[in-house]
């Protein structure tokens, strides 16, 4: 991959900033996004929620439902494949996706090797729950990362554990002494130019956003405010009472993240928020998936 | 001088970084309150147009912004920017200001795997980097309309009165002779009267 084609990958992922990412699964709920303000569609055969109450072997969507959402909207279109499943990825970037996401909500497709993404000119974006993790992907070739969360359930409590532990492990680097990289770099199995990156920037390379749970204008708040620069938004929508209001309310929360009395009035009247699972209560945790 | 950047979705902050490398100082406008503030120009960033569209009339500050651009405030614009000024869009029926008076294609360069990188002249300034992200061209301009740049024959930025718009995100480049470019339209304006655009186009 060249690396002009790498830069132009990270740079869209810029342009996504202080946007949310809908999870969709046909063009019509594409459409209800897109009008919602949502920046960016996941198109996926079935919401985490659904893969997660259907159990099974969960893989990538059809490329004929992905081509109805393409036509659907203007704004980009996103699609999973499974982890290390790279002939899926092969197909997603023959059909011209925007973003693949190489995810753990799918089931795993090699337990050892993610997908060598450098070798794709289309865009990956991968889950992380650490910054370890989020740096691995990035070696990798990822131009974008997300909070790993647990998603399906409408708890954000896992999404607020990876990013602030992100955010830790940053700040760590950062007040690090430079000769103590190198053995932080051995520490998070990365290379040591990632780790430089950190300790001079304060910050990953690429651009990071909050996925994994969130259900509320509150919730897509809580993760602007702890840091997230945009926020995915899967089964929260399209399992609630009223998604469009729902929908459109979580976007302008993400804008004005830091104004309690606007997302005070956009939280009321929302209808059912999505049911959720606790932490507890979940048999399968997908972020376990892909360290 | 202070610059206002729209700030309610995509890369503004980008935008901020070029502008105070220029000794500008920045506001950024997410709601209604934040026009209250004095500015002497706005900036349009790049993102989702539809999304920066629709927030801006949710948010209930289309209207006020709409009116400054009228009366003249100086507006710099990239890429969703432009899509927001443009009179007209080719493949799609939305519309927002309007007071740009050419016709724009949304995502004329096809998806993300159509995106690029290009050098190229920009008249007054020289060759300079251009990032095209899922960029729209200008396909047809008024006669009234200063063609900037044009790439591979299909424009890709304008000036139009104290409106400066482009395809590509000077923003995403190293290089800050636009953004100067821009800070000189609004120093001029500071320092005189400039007349409102005075018809109704689109």
């Known amino acids: 991959m060249a690396e002009n084609r790498y830069g132009l990958n990270k740079q869209l992922a810029q342009m996504l900033k202080g946007g949310v990412i809908m999870d969709v699964t046909t063009p019509e709920q594409a459409k209800i996004a897109e009008e919602a303000g949502a920046s960016a569609v996941m198109a996926l055969e079935r919401i985490p929620a659904d893969i997660r109450a259907a159990g099974g072997v969960s893989r990538m969507s059809d490329p004929k439902m992905i081509k109805g959402i393409q036509e659907a909207v203007s704004i980009p279109v996103m699609a999973k494949c499974r982890i290390g499943h790279f002939v899926e990825a092969q197909l997603l970037e023959a059909i011209e996706i925007d973003y693949i996401d190489e995810s753990e909500v799918l089931s795993p497709a090699d337990d050892v090797y993610h997908i060598d993404k450098t070798k794709f000119k289309v865009p990956f974006v991968c889950g992380a729950r650490d910054l370890g993790e989020a740096l691995r992907r990035i070696n990798e070739g990822a131009s974008m990362i997300r909070t790993k969360g647990e998603p399906g359930t409408g708890d954000v409590v896992q999404a607020v554990r990876h990013m602030r532990m992100m955010n830790s492990e940053i700040a760590k680097i950062t007040a690090m002494r430079e000769d103590e990289l190198f053995q932080e770099a051995k520490e998070l199995q990365v290379p040591y130019d990632l780790v430089q990156y950190v300790h001079e920037n304060g910050k990953l390379p690429v651009v990071n956003f909050a996925a994994g749970g969130v259900a509320t204008p509150a919730d897509a708040a809580l993760m602007m405010q702890l840091g997230a620069e945009g926020v995915f938004v899967g089964s929260g929508i399209f399992k609630s009472g009223n998604p469009k209001k729902r929908a459109s309310a979580i976007v302008q929360a993400v804008t004005n993240y830091t104004d309690a009395k606007l997302i005070a009035s956009l939280s009321e009247d929302l209808g059912e928020a999505m049911v959720g699972i606790n932490e507890q209560e979940i048999e399968l945790l997908m972020a376990e998936r892909g360290k | ?202």
């Open chain 2, 1 to 202: 001088m202070t610059i206002a950047v729209v700030a309610v979705q995509g890369a503004f902050i980008e935008q901020e970084q070029r502008l105070q490398e220029l000794g500008v100082d920045c506001i950024e406008l997410r709601k209604k309150e934040d026009l209250e503030q004095p500015y002497d120009g706005i900036v349009l960033p790049g993102g989702e147009s539809t999304v920066q569209g629709k927030l801006l009339k949710e948010l209930d500050m289309f209207d006020t912004i709409h009116k400054q651009i009228q009366e003249g405030m100086p507006v710099f614009a990239t890429c969703a920017g432009l899509i927001l000024l443009a009179g007209e869009l080719e493949n799609d029926t939305r519309s927002y200001f309007k007071t740009l008076p050419v016709t724009v294609r949304r995502n004329a360069y096809g998806r993300q795997l159509g995106s690029f990188h290009t050098e190229q002249e920009v008249k007054g300034i020289g060759v300079i980097p251009m990032t095209f992200i899922r960029a729209p061209y200008i396909s047809k301009v008024d006669s009234k309309v200063e063609v900037l740049a044009t790439v591979e024959e299909h424009i890709v930025a304008v000036k139009y009165k104290n409106q400066l718009a482009m395809s590509f995100h000077p923003e995403l480049d190293e290089d800050v002779r636009i953004h100067q470019k821009f800070v000189e339209m609004v120093k001029a304006y500071n320092s005189q009267s400039f007349e409102p655009l005075d018809e109704k186009i689109g």
